[in-house]
């Protein structure tokens, strides 16, 4: 029997109005998300990629709950979220949670770690404060936190003891599913390697599900099983990460990996694709493929059609939106 996904996003959009006219009105939308679906299997992390104001982070705002949809459905255990009542929500909202990527503006300044922690499994019933300081020990013991850490403020410790409190935060509902939002990229190297590691040490202690939003690949395969790569509110190629870094068929996800530094000597006279121009217009999107202003092989097809995300292989799990690359995949075969 099939098992079903424990997340499926399907066909979700976002369009923020915008503004204008001597009476303000309604002078056209941001398609920040348009038409994105995958799924996303218990215990497995998906990574999602992009450029910045790709619209990867309003996915996740979405997902958690955040901000409401503009259309599609968002399905956790087969139920779709937006269409529950109140009270049927509020049995799954802490199943899902956020890691956001400044630690410092998502700490309340004004308290204790330690009621940072504790109030929302008090305000939630996951706790009561006979056993509150206990779990609130446990939390930071599983970040790598000493326990006199709850005593202090959020602007004592470094950006990175300030991110694992943001994670103690999220796990202190007990969820199934987290959303990281880029939440190493404001981090020294150095402190991203411990904070990588520390995700992937509790996915296997909490059996946790991670939907991982970074713009750095080398950070995002770290810790990914697939891949998932976006261009300006839609998603152009998805596959297993090893296979996206090996094999990337979409040629915007071929520019991110040529983009992608290189500590080899011996590899500094490759050559690969170079963007050129700017990301275009979320307001006034182009009418074929997004991409294809800057793409080196757009035909006069991909400039009118915009086409969807079809396996590169017949039977693949390896989807591009590019039947360039889905031709060409065909003849090298």
Not at 37 to 66: P, Y
Not at 165 to 189: H, T, W
Not at 270 to 297: H, N, Q, T, V, Y
Request: charged letters at 20%; hydrophobic letters at 40%; aromatic letters at 6%.
């Amino acid at each position: 029997m099939e098992q079903t996904p424990l997340l499926q996003v399907e066909h979700l959009k976002k369009y923020y109005p915008v503004k204008g006219g001597l009476v303000t009105h309604t002078v056209g939308y941001v398609h920040a998300v348009d038409d994105v679906s995958f799924t996303l299997n218990e215990g497995e992390t998906l990574g999602l990629v992009g450029e910045s104001g790709c619209g990867k982070s309003t996915v996740g705002r979405q997902i958690v709950g955040l901000e409401t949809p503009t259309g599609g459905r968002v399905l956790y255990n087969g139920r779709d979220l937006h269409a529950l009542s109140a009270k049927e929500l509020a049995g799954v909202r802490t199943q899902l949670q956020m890691v956001f990527q400044d630690s410092f503006s998502s700490l309340n300044p004004r308290k204790h770690i330690s009621e940072i922690l504790s109030a929302p499994m008090l305000y939630h019933g996951l706790a009561d404060k006979g056993n509150v300081d206990q779990k609130v020990d446990r939390l930071l013991e599983l970040v790598g936190l000493p326990k006199n850490a709850k005593n202090r403020y959020p602007h004592e410790f470094s950006g990175g003891q300030r991110q694992r409190i943001g994670i103690a935060r999220a796990l202190s509902l007990e969820p199934r599913l987290i959303v990281c939002d880029e939440p190493v990229s404001a981090l020294d190297v150095s402190i991203q390697a411990q904070i990588l590691n520390l995700f992937c040490d509790l996915q296997q202690e909490l059996r946790l599900t991670y939907l991982f939003i970074g713009h750095g690949l080398a950070a995002v395969n770290y810790v990914s099983d697939r891949i998932a790569v976006m261009y300006l509110g839609q998603l152009v190629e998805i596959a297993d990460a090893a296979e996206l870094f090996a094999h990337p068929a979409h040629p915007y996800t071929q520019a991110l990996c040529d983009a992608a530094p290189v500590p080899d000597p011996d590899d500094r006279g490759r050559k690969g694709i170079l963007l050129k121009g700017e990301i275009g217009s979320a307001i006034d999107p182009p009418a074929g493929c997004r991409f294809a202003p800057r793409c080196p092989f757009a035909t006069d097809a991909c400039r009118t059609a915009q086409p969807p995300l079809v396996p590169v292989a017949p039977g693949s799990t390896h989807l591009a939106a590019c039947p360039v690359a889905v031709q060409q995949q065909k003849e090298g075969a």
